[in-house]
């Protein structure tokens, strides 16, 4: 089982690539890590392996079945897309967030049934957020927002969960509870896929980590050998150190540039 | 619940009128009691259909409201925003300076409407059929067909003409009979059926369109049946009662204040208390003053301090919108 993307091409308008003929593969037990400047692809190959956009070039396949020949209802049985930012125009209580997750199980004139009920009790339980469930979603934290998201994306029964930025806007105490919880989800059998602007989280949790840079992966495999001072230095045009605390935990961090010809990428944007 | 007040509401209604009559005349009315044929014909032929007419133009402009608030994800659209309501004002003013009778006017009034919604969605569609291309698309076309019905009063003939407009653009149920509000029934009902039948889904439309993607809905085709459903009601509504504002509004409104977001118990709460709401507005728009005030009229004065209300409410509660 698997879910493999090879020689993605996607472009939002003509004649500007976001995505350049990009591979790689996903494995349920996994967590994977996807890094990269702003605006190098990260959320478009996100969507393109969700369904949701589909690539100019290139496939993505489920278990050896393009995602095309999928009806869109199966698909988001398998795959979830959980995404940065949910700003809900209406005060939905975390609970009918979560249940909205059921939608790939209900036919259009179908409510939801008491097995749907089931799926998002035990997704909130296993997430242990059971307690926010009749809270207005757009009064919690960022950080319990953050798991009501992922209760969401169990409760779609989706094997792979690709996740935008899961760590990002959150205290460091939350940041490690979130990676916490998606290290138990990938215990418990699923695939994941999460982008991050942390190179040392990057380095810390994960199982496997891309690196990418405008529109193709630059580096690929454990933590340990991608995230090299060189290779981030190649993927941001900045410098990086390598620093380790006496018990083994090691961060990596960005310096000012010492190379004589910085590469300097700005941008403002992320699509 | 919700659903059974207008039943509640239209049987008060009944008794309420310029001639008083005792609820057992109304009774004997209804079930076919010993009663003399004058009055049976006024409960029968007269307040009766207006009552059911109230009703269904109250409960489908209330319903259309929280489909177009929802799909629009904005609380602040209803049809008459979208153009809607101004477009089957268009096609009855234009048909009234043609010449048609007014007993022809659903006709014109529906096309207009679905007109209306059909520029706003090639215009949107065009743009990419985003939610806010869609929203302005829909204040252009309010705009343009405001500006028609605005040529035709201007050219249309003051003794005659003009007054049958500026009728119909007020808004009223009061000179209905069965004869109008049976093919009413017929173009709300199934709307209505669905509305209730797929409300659930609305929630999933309030999503970004990448989530609602993820979650396997095509939220562009979502988005414009569920466009066309709610422009079947308005156009349907506003071809019988002229141009009725503010129920779409403040009604999903006051619905959400009662059972919260959740479009499952949203829609019927809208539905039951939107047609609630107009029939006793109408109700009290022909006992208010010695005179017959349009309906559009009453709800405006009525509608406007209600919308304030609710958002003052919200103020104290929730620190007002974000």
């Keep these: 089982m698997s879910l493999a993307a090879s020689g993605l091409h996607f472009a939002y308008s003509p004649g500007r690539p976001v995505l350049r003929g990009l591979s790689l593969d996903l494995h349920p037990g996994e967590l994977a890590y996807l890094l990269g400047p702003n605006a190098c692809g990260k959320t478009t190959l996100l969507l393109c392996l969700a369904g949701v956009l589909s690539p100019g070039q290139g496939t993505v396949e489920l278990d050896g079945l393009p995602l095309e020949k999928l009806a869109p209802r199966a698909r988001a049985r398998r795959l979830a897309y959980v995404p940065q930012l949910h700003e809900p125009p209406f005060a939905y209580t975390a609970w009918q967030v979560v249940l909205m997750g059921r939608a790939p199980f209900l036919a259009g004139w179908q409510r939801p049934r008491r097995e749907d009920t089931r799926a998002v009790r035990q997704a909130l339980d296993q997430l242990g957020i059971a307690g926010l469930a009749h809270r207005p979603y757009t009064s919690l934290s960022g950080g319990e927002q953050r798991l009501v998201l992922l209760a969401r994306a169990l409760a779609?029964?989706?094997?792979?969960?690709?996740?935008?930025?899961?760590?990002?806007?959150?205290?460091?105490?939350?940041?490690?509870?979130v990676q916490k919880t998606l290290r138990d989800l990938a215990k418990s059998g699923h695939g994941l896929l999460a982008t991050t602007h942390s190179p040392t989280h990057a380095l810390l949790y994960p199982n496997r980590v891309f690196l990418m840079g405008a529109g193709k992966l630059i580096a690929a495999g454990p933590p340990g050998e991608v995230l090299t001072p060189r290779t981030l230095e190649q993927a941001y045009g900045t410098s990086f150190r390598l620093l380790s605390s006496p018990d083994g935990i090691q961060a990596l961090v960005a310096v000012e540039s010492t190379s004589p010809h910085p590469r300097r990428r700005f941008s403002v944007s992320e699509s | 619940m919700l659903l059974l007040l207008p039943l509640v509401v239209g049987l008060v209604a009944l008794f309420w009128g310029r001639k008083a009559l005792a609820p057992g005349q109304v009774w004997a009315a209804l079930v076919g009691g010993e009663l003399a044929d004058n009055l049976r014909a006024v409960v029968l032929r007269v307040r009766?259909?207006?009552?059911?007419?109230?009703?269904?133009?109250?409960?489908?402009?209330?319903?259309?409201?929280?489909?177009?608030?929802?799909?629009?994800?904005?609380?602040?659209?209803?049809?008459?925003?979208?153009?809607?309501?101004?477009?089957?004002?268009?096609?009855?003013?234009?048909?009234?300076?043609?010449?048609?009778?007014?007993?022809?006017?659903?006709?014109?009034?529906?096309?207009?409407?679905?007109?209306?919604?059909?520029?706003?969605?090639?215009?949107?569609?065009?743009?990419?059929?985003g939610v806010l291309v869609l929203v302005l698309s829909g204040v252009v076309v309010?705009?343009?067909?405001?500006?028609?019905?605005?040529?035709?009063?201007?050219?249309?003939?003051?003794?005659?003409?003009?007054?049958?407009?500026?009728?119909?653009?007020?808004?009223?149920?009061?000179?209905?009979?069965?004869?109008?509000?049976?093919?009413?029934?017929?173009?709300?009902?199934?709307?209505?059926?669905?509305?209730?039948?797929?409300?659930?889904?609305?929630?999933?439309?309030?999503?970004?369109?990448?989530?609602?993607?993820?979650?396997?809905?095509?939220?562009?085709?979502?988005?414009?049946?569920?466009?066309?459903?709610?422009?079947?009601?308005?156009?349907?509504?506003?071809?019988?009662?002229?141009?009725?504002?503010?129920?779409?509004?403040?009604?999903?409104?006051?619905?959400?204040?009662?059972?919260?977001?959740?479009?499952?118990?949203?829609?019927?709460?809208?539905?039951?208390?939107?047609?609630?709401?107009?029939?006793?507005?109408?109700?009290?728009?022909?006992?208010?003053?010695?005179?017959?005030?349009?309906?559009?009229?009453?709800?405006g004065l009525v509608g406007g301090p209600a919308f304030v209300g609710l958002l003052l409410r919200r103020w104290r509660r929730e620190g007002g919108w974000r």
């Design chain 2, 48 to 129: 009766l259909p207006r009552v059911v007419a109230a009703g269904l133009v109250g409960a489908s402009l209330a319903t259309a409201g929280a489909i177009f608030q929802g799909t629009f994800r904005n609380p602040l659209v209803d049809g008459r925003i979208l153009g809607i309501s101004p477009g089957a004002a268009s096609g009855v003013a234009l048909s009234l300076l043609a010449g048609l009778p007014e007993g022809a006017l659903a006709g014109p009034a529906f096309a207009g409407g679905l007109t209306a919604a059909l520029l706003v969605s090639l215009l949107g569609g065009a743009l990419g059929g």
């Design chain 1, 156 to 177: 779609q029964g989706a094997k792979f969960l690709l996740l935008d930025e899961p760590d990002a806007h959150l205290d460091p105490a939350h940041q490690l509870g």
């Design chain 2, 142 to 299: 309010n705009s343009f067909f405001t500006s028609l019905v605005g040529i035709t009063k201007y050219l249309a003939d003051p003794h005659e003409i003009l007054p049958a407009i500026t009728h119909w653009l007020l808004g009223e149920v009061g000179r209905v009979r069965w004869a109008q509000v049976v093919p009413l029934a017929m173009a709300c009902g199934p709307a209505l059926l669905l509305a209730l039948a797929f409300r659930w889904r609305f929630n999933l439309l309030t999503l970004a369109d990448p989530e609602a993607s993820s979650l396997g809905l095509s939220p562009r085709r979502a988005r414009f049946l569920s466009l066309a459903l709610g422009t079947w009601l308005t156009a349907a509504a506003v071809s019988l009662s002229g141009v009725v504002g503010w129920v779409g509004l403040v009604v999903p409104h006051a619905a959400r204040a009662l059972v919260g977001p959740d479009h499952a118990r949203l829609i019927p709460a809208a539905l039951g208390l939107g047609a609630a709401a107009l029939i006793l507005l109408d109700a009290l728009a022909h006992t208010l003053l010695p005179f017959e005030l349009p309906l559009g009229v009453v709800t």
